[in-house]
């Protein structure tokens, strides 16, 4: 079964600095993974969506990196905002079909 | 595009109350997945269909509980009868093809009291 494992929990960041947030999983034979954004109280905004075959994926100030290997992988977002302050979610697709999600890491950016 | 429409937004119930969920997914969008989220167990799949299809029910609770699709732009999940464990946030998500980026509705708050 995959196990996703997102670290830290939570991170508090003043307002400009980069945000590094971690992902891993325990199976490496994976479709893709999507990086979601979550607001309280509200649905799953898709941020980014790396297939296994990438390294990486750039969007805006958002940067994901893959190493399918080690089961890992990173979201940057650069010149944090109190507006990206939100829960940052990780799914890992091990099938073609069925996403697996960490628990999230709730960001605060401190204006 | 509207994205992925549910309804209703938040529901409050007794427990042994039918509970009827609703979804309609992102027009061209062939996937449906029914998740539910709680602080416990997080994000957890509970049905999947394509082509208006079921295709995997593995992560359904019970047999209290319930999905169909009957056109591809409506689903419903249906709770009968709901207790209190059952209190969280349902999402359903749509996709072009089940490999694809999946797309979330704003989910609905179930309490059931």
């Known amino acids: 079964k995959q196990e996703v494992t997102q670290i830290p929990a939570a991170l508090s960041v003043p307002e400009g600095e980069n945000l590094v947030l971690n992902c891993s999983f325990t199976d490496s034979a994976i479709y893709n993974l999507q990086w979601f954004r979550q607001d309280p109280g509200k649905g799953l905004t898709s941020l980014l969506l790396?297939?296994?075959?990438?390294r990486e994926q750039t969007s805006g100030r958002l940067n994901a990196s893959l190493d399918k290997s080690s089961g890992r992988s990173t979201l940057y977002i650069a010149a944090s905002q109190p507006g990206d302050s939100a829960t940052y979610l990780c799914a890992v697709k091990a099938n073609d079909y069925k996403l697996s999600f960490g628990a999230g890491t709730t960001v605060t950016v401190r204006a | 595009d509207a994205g992925v429409i549910q309804s209703p937004r938040h529901e409050v119930t007794e427990m042994g109350q039918e509970v009827t969920l609703r979804c309609k997914p992102i027009?061209?969008?062939?996937?449906l997945f029914w998740y539910r989220q709680t602080m416990m167990r997080g994000l957890e799949l509970l049905i999947y269909f394509n082509n208006n299809v079921p295709i995997d029910d593995s992560g359904m609770p019970e047999d209290r509980f319930s999905a169909k699709m009957p056109n591809a732009s409506f689903s419903t999940l249906k709770i009968q009868p709901s207790e209190p464990r059952d209190s969280a946030v349902y999402f359903c998500?749509?996709?072009?093809?089940?490999?694809?980026?999946?797309?979330f509705g704003p989910g609905t708050r179930l309490t059931v009291l």
């Open positions: 027009s061209g969008h062939n996937s």
């Open positions: 790396i297939q296994s075959s990438q």
């Open positions: 998500a749509s996709s072009t093809g089940p490999a694809n980026e999946q797309f």
